[in-house]
Nanobody, 127 residues
Framework: QLQLVESGGGLVQSGGSLRLSCVTSGFTLDYYTIHWFRQAPGKEREGVSCFSSRSRTTSYADAVKGRFTISRDTAKKTVYLEMNSLKPEDAGIYYC????????????????????WGKGTPVTVSS
């Protein structure tokens, strides 16, 4: 059974940093994109970043470009989201999600429809 388990959320001051982790398990297919989404209270869920296992490319939402970095440790089957220079508007529940990548794409789409979701980890940024 495929599972995505997030961790690393917490409370941080504005300007601070956090590293979120998403441990993946239960699959062997290597053609997928792994994503981070977030949802703030009262707002719709939005795509933050993604990584393509086929093209080895990444994509970011404009709001986080230059501050967030997505990476993957294949041996640990873990995907990370390094978040720096955090702002109060970055607060929310952060979700890890996976989409099978059946065809080669030039890059991943941060707003694509996902096949699997984790349960999320909360991030709070105090001003």
């Amino acid at each position: 059974q495929l599972q995505l388990v997030e961790s690393g959320g917490g409370l941080v001051q504005s300007g601070g940093s956090l590293r979120l982790s998403c441990v993946t398990s239960g699959f062997t297919l290597d053609y997928y994109t792994i994503h981070w989404f977030r949802q703030a209270p009262g707002k719709e869920r939005e795509g933050v970043s993604c990584f393509s296992s086929r093209s080895r490319t990444t994509s970011y939402a404009d709001a986080v470009k230059g501050r967030f970095t997505i990476s993957r440790d294949t041996a640990k089957k873990t995907v990370y989201l390094e978040m720096n220079s955090l702002k109060p508007e970055d607060a929310g529940i952060y979700y890890c999600a996976l989409k099978w990548e059946l065809t080669v794409q030039p890059t991943c789409d941060i707003q694509a429809h996902m096949d699997y979701w984790g349960k999320g980890t909360p991030v709070t940024v105090s001003s």
